[in-house]
């Protein structure tokens, strides 16, 4: 049992990317699966991916992989999404979230793609660290791109501002997608903006959910307060901090990371959690810089004179107040009259059948990337992976109507378990569900023991100490084996060819 990886050796770069006519396909490799449809005849669609970031790069993929012609649209001049790190925040809502600390959480021998794995490289910009910083998964994504040749479909500075179907029946039904061509950058009074509508078989919505910040209802005077305050979103550096006190309202993984990155200039760091967020892991981390870092009950109120007051009735004078208060889905381009609509403050995407396909208007307008505590960019291959193959014909999608009973299920089932609205989305069930996703829609088989372990190994240690885990390894004999294998055996050494091949066709210079 382990999560999924492809079970097929590793594949160069795609040869059939540029199919825009009906294919002929086998059904499938290995034993029949009955959701494949057996139809020696595939279809081919004209495929418009919005986003460039690890999901829209796994569609593209996917969807080339099964022989459709594909578009991806991105809004910025490169393609990397969270992990195109932007040192500017001056132009308000930004793609990336990215600070300038930020590492991985996930260790990256699990954090690959089935048939693409995130080797460390040598070069002098490259980080060959376990957790590495975003910088090294941004060259990883622009890699992967390389190896399968899927710059030539990316549109960069194209930025999608409407997706509408153009007929309500379903036979006939296409999408209009309008997009505006930013040339020139953001600064530039010269800058040109070019509209274009053009027409697809399918759209794949891969515009992925850290870039619309959400602020907490619960906490009062937020538009009293005078001083600065801003959400985790446009944190880069804690430079502009430097000797002040600072409230840091949440602590997840941002929250965490940004405290500990301000403790290094900040005068005083003032971490406010909820119950559930105040864990033993984060009650260490605040004990072990007592000198600057404390810990607080939730935020309660901001108040006109500077002063933060919390649950149970204190208060602290603040400098600035910076909200880690997670993010909310938002699809400003769609115009589906409402088959498919954002609610619940921004938590909930729905109907969504399995979080990919809006019944109504499956499979040609589809999600990839909605659902949220998964393993990436595993999952978003598999979800990719149905995608393609339900647009071609290969998988059948229940019908309508079982697909909306089995949302209205999925909702009744959380309600039942108490699980809040705003968890709607996330894979709830651990890695075993997540397997069974990956096996029953992504084709994909169990990965590696030894990449499990370390997975849960260094879960594990994150909740020890959130400060250290990431610089700490502690490998047991299955890893250390798995470990030389995967660094030093032919997949890998197959790999780096195909790369450096690669980049150099397409003129990618890898290591700058
Ligand atoms: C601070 C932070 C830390 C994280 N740490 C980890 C980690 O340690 N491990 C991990 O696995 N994951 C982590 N993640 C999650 C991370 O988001 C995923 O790894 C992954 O990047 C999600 O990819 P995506 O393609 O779904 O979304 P994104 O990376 O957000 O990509 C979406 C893309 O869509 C584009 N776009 C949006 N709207 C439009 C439009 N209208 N037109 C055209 N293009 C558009 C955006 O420009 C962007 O490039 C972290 C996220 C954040 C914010």
Known sequence: MGIGVNKSPLSGPDSDHHHHRPIVMAAGDGEPDPAVQQRPQLQSKKVCVVGGGMAGLAAARELRREGHAVTVMEQS???????????????????????????????????????????????????????????????????????????????????????????????????????????????????????????????????????????????????????????????????????????????????????????????????????????????????????????????????????????????VVADTVIFCTGYGYSFPFLDTGGAVAVGDDGCVVGPLFEHVFPPSLAPSLSFVGVARKVLVPWFVEAQARWVAQALSGRRALPTEAEMLRSVDEHFRAREAAGVPRKHTHHHIGGIDKMIEFMEEYGGLTPMEDWKEELLLSSMASMCDDLETFRDRANDGENVRKGLQGWRGGLDAQAQYKTMDAAAEADGLAIDD
């Open 77 to 315: 001049g490169d393609v990397g999404g969270q992990w195109l790190y932007d040192p500017t925040t001056t132009h308000g809502v930004v793609p990336s979230s990215a600070y300038a600390c930020l590492r991985l959480r996930t260790p990256r021998e699990a954090m690959s793609f089935s048939d693409f794995q995130f080797l460390p490289r040598d070069g002098p910009s490259r980080d060959p660290r376990r957790f590495p910083g975003h910088r090294e998964v941004h060259f990883y994504l622009r890699d992967f791109c390389a190896a399968f040749g899927l710059m030539d479909a990316v549109r960069l500075n194209t930025r999608v501002v409407r997706v509408a179907p153009t007929s309500t029946t379903t036979r006939q039904r296409q999408w209009a997608v309008r997009s505006v061509r930013l040339l020139g950058g953001p600064d530039d009074d010269a800058r040109v903006e070019e509209e274009e509508e053009v027409v697809f078989d399918a759209v794949v919505v891969a515009t992925g959910q850290y870039s619309h910040p959400m602020l907490p209802s619960d906490i009062e005077g937020v538009g009293e307060w005078r001083r600065r305050q801003l959400h985790s979103h446009l944190y880069r550096t804690p430079e502009p901090f430097r000797g002040e006190a600072v409230v840091v309202v949440g602590c997840g993984d941002s929250g965490t990371d940004i405290a500990l990155d301000l403790r290094r200039v900040a005068r005083e760091v003032h971490l406010a959690a909820s119950s559930e967020g105040a864990t033993p892991a984060v009650s260490r981390m605040v004990a072990n810089h007592g000198d600057v870092l404390r810990l607080h009950p939730r935020a309660r109120r901001l108040h006109a004179d500077g002063r933060v007051s919390f649950a149970d009735g204190s208060s």
